[in-house]
Structure formats: structure tokens, C-alpha cells
T-cell receptor, first 112, second 113 residues
Framework: GQQLNQSPQSMFIQEGEDVSMNCTSSSIFNTWLWYKQDPGEGPVLLIA?????ELTSNGRLTAQFGITRKDSFLNISASIPSDVGIYFC????????????FGTGTRLKVLA | DSGVTQTPKHLITATGQRVTLRCSPRSGDLSVYWYQQSLDQGLQFLIHYYNGEERAKGNILERFSAQQFPDLHSELNLSSLELGDSALYFC????????????FGQGTRLTVV
């Protein structure tokens, strides 16, 4: 079935640095969503993308829907300590039974 | 606050027992999704209901079952519990059944001892 792979798996960055992460699939998606999860909490929706090539911002976060529809990117500018957490991409599958699946996650740690 | 309510927040039970997790979706949302998240793992899709009907199943064990009631709340039943069932169980809801944003509850932490 369709899977979402995220990279990097984890990253340590200094406060103030910009962060980039991506999500790829072997098959196309029509919607890409990015979530952030704090320890022990539910994922919180950050950005939703619905159109190939779309670039959407939410404060310091910017996400892009890849032209091939097989990938998406999330950038965080000027990171701050509260950006720590796990970032997941997600989307509804487009083949077989409709399922809302999540990527493997990128764990972000910010060093003050 | 996402508007999705899950109860209980924590549950400790013994192996072999049965538990029921409850989810109230956001007002107006017709879809409910259930996910399992084991320690330091990703979110594994279990099952999706839309307006009372099952729409999709993921890797849900036969010991697990779910339903969505006419008032749209949903319950996830876990039976013959094993130690490996210890995990966070999340419910999410969305307005429609396809290509829509899903909002998550705070989860139920299940510990099987």
C-alpha cells in the first residue's frame, strides 16, 4: 500500500536556524497535511495543501506541495525552543481503500 | 483545543481484559478515525467511520472493534488485551470522508499490566 517516508528522521539544530524536512511517497497524493506532535499530546494540524505546486505559510512555517504530487516539504524559519517535537506529514491515500495515513515523522530538537 | 474529546485520558488494566475508549468528534464532523501510537512510533491507522458507516480498515487486530453511533460519537473496543497493546490511542475527526483536514483528540494512554 501507499507509504509516506520522511527525512531526516531526527535533527538537532541551534535556536535561530532554519529547518527543512521532506516527505515522499512512491505514489501520488492529492492532499498533503503537516502535523506537529508534542510528547504525550495529540497531533496538531499546521498546514494543509491541496494543489500541486502550492506554497502555503503559517507564521514561520512554510510548506510546499511537490509538482510531482509525490512529495511535500516543510520549512521552519528562525527556530525557537518551542518548535521541539515530532513533525508528521499525512494524507489520504489515492489507491485501494481510502485511508488517512501518516509519515514516519521527523523529530526536531532545538538547542538554545 | 481541537474540539475532539477522548475519554478516559489514562487507563490501566490487566492482560486478558476488555476496555472501551470513547471519542466525541468536533461539532459538525461526520468522519471519525482511530489511530494507535506505540512508544516512540508513528501513528498507525486503525479504522475510519463516516456518518455511522465503516469506510476503511487499517491493520486493526481482530480483537479490536469500533463503531460510530447515530450521534456520531465513536467507541473503540479492545479485548483480550496483551502487554503489546499498551499504547496511545488517538481519535481524529473531519468534516467529510475524503481529502479533508483531520483534527485530533488528546488521546487515551492505555497501559496493560
Amino acid at each position: 500500500g501507499q507509504q509516506l517516508n520522511q527525512s531526516p528522521q531526527s535533527m538537532f539544530i541551534q535556536e535561530g536556524e532554519d529547518v527543512s524536512m521532506n516527505c515522499t511517497s512512491s505514489s501520488i497524493f492529492n492532499t498533503w497535511l503537516w502535523y506537529k506532535q508534542d510528547p504525550g499530546e495529540g497531533p496538531v494540524l499546521l498546514i494543509a495543501l491541496y494543489k500541486a505546486g502550492e506554497l502555503t505559510s503559517n507564521g514561520r512555517l512554510t510548506a510546499q506541495f511537490g509538482i510531482t504530487r509525490k512529495d511535500s516539504f516543510l520549512n521552519i524559519s528562525a527556530s525557537i525552543p518551542s518548535d521541539v517535537g515530532i513533525y508528521f506529514c499525512a494524507g489520504p491515500t489515492t489507491s485501494g481503500t481510502y485511508k488517512y495515513i501518516f509519515g514516519t515523522g521527523t523529530r526536531l530538537k532545538v538547542l538554545a | 483545543d481541537s474540539g475532539v474529546t477522548q475519554t478516559p485520558k489514562h487507563l490501566i488494566t490487566a492482560t486478558g481484559q476488555r476496555v472501551t475508549l470513547r471519542c466525541s468528534p468536533r461539532s459538525g464532523d461526520l468522519s471519525v478515525y482511530w489511530y494507535q501510537q506505540s512508544l516512540d512510533q508513528g501513528l498507525q491507522f486503525l479504522i475510519h467511520y463516516y456518518n455511522g458507516e465503516e469506510r476503511a480498515k487499517g491493520n486493526i487486530l481482530e480483537r479490536f472493534s469500533a463503531q460510530q453511533f447515530p450521534d456520531l460519537h465513536s467507541e473503540l473496543n479492545l479485548s483480550s488485551l496483551e502487554l503489546g497493546d499498551s499504547a496511545l490511542y488517538f481519535c481524529a475527526s473531519s468534516v467529510a470522508d475524503q481529502n479533508t483536514e483531520a483534527f485530533f483528540g488528546q488521546g487515551t494512554r492505555l497501559t496493560v499490566v
